[in-house]
Nanobody
Framework: QLQLVESGGGLVQPGGSLRLSCAAS????????IGWLRQAPGKEREGVSC????????TYADSMKGRFTISRDNAKNTVYLQMDSLKPEDTGVYYC???????????????????WGQGTQVTVSS
């Protein structure tokens, strides 16, 4: 059974850091582009970052550029999101998602994704 499991969320003060992990089971992650999408309270789910199968193609939402870094370790079947300089507006549930893609392609568009994790809560507050 194909499964994505997120971890690493929590409560952090503004300016702090968190590292999210997305572990895949039941399938080989290297055939899939992976994205992180966020749903803030009362808002639509939005793309945060994505990474291609190769690992060389990455995309970030404008508000995350320079603060977030996505990476993947296909040998460990895991994708990471390093989040630095966190702001209160980064608060939300972060979802890991996957879709089969060309080697260099990824997307921050929600409709592209076929498989989803259950989400992990990130709260940025003093």
């Amino acid at each position: 059974q194909l499964q994505l499991v997120e971890s690493g969320g929590g409560l952090v003060q503004p300016g702090g850091s968190l590292r999210l992990s997305c572990a895949a089971s039941g399938f080989a992650l290297n055939y899939y582009a992976i994205g992180w999408l966020r749903q803030a309270p009362g808002k639509e789910r939005e793309g945060v970052s994505c990474i291609s199968r190769s690992g060389s193609g990455t995309t970030y939402a404008d508000s995350m550029k320079g603060r977030f870094t996505i990476s993947r370790d296909n040998a460990k079947n895991t994708v990471y999101l390093q989040m630095d300089s966190l702001k209160p507006e980064d608060t939300g549930v972060y979802y890991c998602a996957a879709f089969r893609a060309a080697y260099l392609y990824c997307s921050n568009q929600r409709f592209e994704y076929d498989y989803w994790g259950q989400g992990t809560q990130v709260t940025v507050s003093s």
